[in-house]
Every structure is written in structure tokens, then in C-alpha cells.
């Protein structure tokens, strides 16, 4: 009866030790936040790659919680303007940070 016991707690603090490393740190993504950047990643790319004044190709969209990085060389500050706005539309985007430069 002591070694089930002693099974059974040894069983329950695996388990708890498996669940608490799968969350989130602040500085690290959980499965169900890594999906939702990749989603708003690809939701961005697309609506720039829609825009037809703007090149895809060399706009870097990287998300992380939520916080859209845009990188990359435009012809303009009209296109960074652009990129930022199409970004800020985005369902999910929680801020935007411009690391864009004109050619």
C-alpha cells in the first residue's frame, strides 16, 4: 500500500511538472500563441502582397504575442505609411514596430 502511495504521488507531480512546461514564459510562446503569430503573420504578408504599390519581397513581417515587426527596405516613406496602416487592420495585431528604411 506504501509503494502505490508512493507511486501515486511521484505520477501526480510528473503530470503537474508536464502541464507547467507547457504555458508560456514572457519571453517564450506557447503552442496556441506560436499558431495564432504564424495566422497573423501570413494575414499581414497577405495584405501587403495585395497592395499592389508595395514589394512583398522585401517586407520581413515577424509576430510575436501578438506585436507585429515589419523590416526591410521600401521605396518611400509613403510605403512604410502604407505597410504600417495595412498592418494596424489586421485582426490580432496588438502594436505594430516599424523596422523599415527607404532605399
Known amino acids: 500500500m506504501k509503494t502505490f502511495k508512493v507511486l501515486s504521488m511521484f505520477l501526480l507531480a510528473l503530470s503537474l511538472a508536464g502541464v507547467a512546461g507547457c504555458s508560456s514564459a514572457s519571453n517564450k510562446e506557447g503552442t496556441g500563441e506560436y499558431i495564432d503569430d504564424s495566422v ?3 494575414k499581414v504578408k ?3 502582397f495585395a497592395d499592389k504599390s ?5 517586407i520581413n513581417v ?3 504575442k501578438g506585436v507585429v515587426q515589419l523590416s ?3 521605396n518611400s516613406q509613403q510605403d512604410i505609411n ?6 494596424r487592420a489586421v485582426g490580432g495585431v ?3 514596430e ?4 527607404v532605399k
Open 40 to 42: 497573423i503573420t501570413t
Open 72 to 74: 526591410g527596405f521600401v
Open 54 to 58: 508595395l514589394s512583398v519581397a522585401e
Open 82 to 87: 502604407t505597410a504600417m496602416r495595412l498592418t
Open 98 to 101: 516599424n523596422g523599415m528604411r
Open 94 to 96: 496588438t502594436a505594430v
Open 62 to 64: 515577424e509576430t510575436f
Open 46 to 48: 497577405a495584405a501587403i
